[in-house]
């Protein structure tokens, strides 16, 4: 299966894994599985570390580096693209405004992915296929 990993997923399996759902953990450990990042995850990612919303400690930039090119998560990268950003603003039925849920959707759309999120807005957006 290629998953998308939502932002809180990715940072949860990397610090905190214990608060994914058991179908999320298995998933992502199973190496039959496609593990993909969007850009914009770790676009919003750093702002809430910048907001304090998150800890990725003092050297954010370190963070990074361990958990993209150290870690086994990610195995695909999603850029965000023209089509991409087009799709993220002409989704139909799904009012949620915040763009990052938005281009994660369209990411997912857009590359036949399913997506693992706890986010209830994107679970319940039936033209998506997610997983928690």
Do not use: C
Request: proline letters at 7%.
């Amino acid at each position: 299966m290629k998953l998308l990993l939502d932002t809180h997923v990715w940072f949860w399996a990397a610090v905190r894994p214990d608060s994914l759902s058991g179908p999320a953990a298995e998933a992502i450990a199973d190496p039959a599985n496609q593990l993909g990042l969007s850009a914009i995850t770790l676009w919003e990612l750093l702002v809430l570390a910048r907001n304090g919303r998150i800890d990725l400690g003092a050297d954010r930039q370190a963070w990074v580096r361990k958990h993209i090119v150290e870690s086994p998560i990610p195995k695909d990268t999603f850029p965000l693209t023209l089509a991409i950003a087009a799709r993220g603003e002409h989704l139909p039925d799904y009012e949620n405004p915040d763009p990052a849920d938005r281009f994660l959707a369209a990411t997912a759309l857009e590359h036949d992915l399913t997506l693992v999120t706890a986010d209830r807005s994107l679970r319940e957006y039936g033209r998506l296929r997610t997983l928690w």
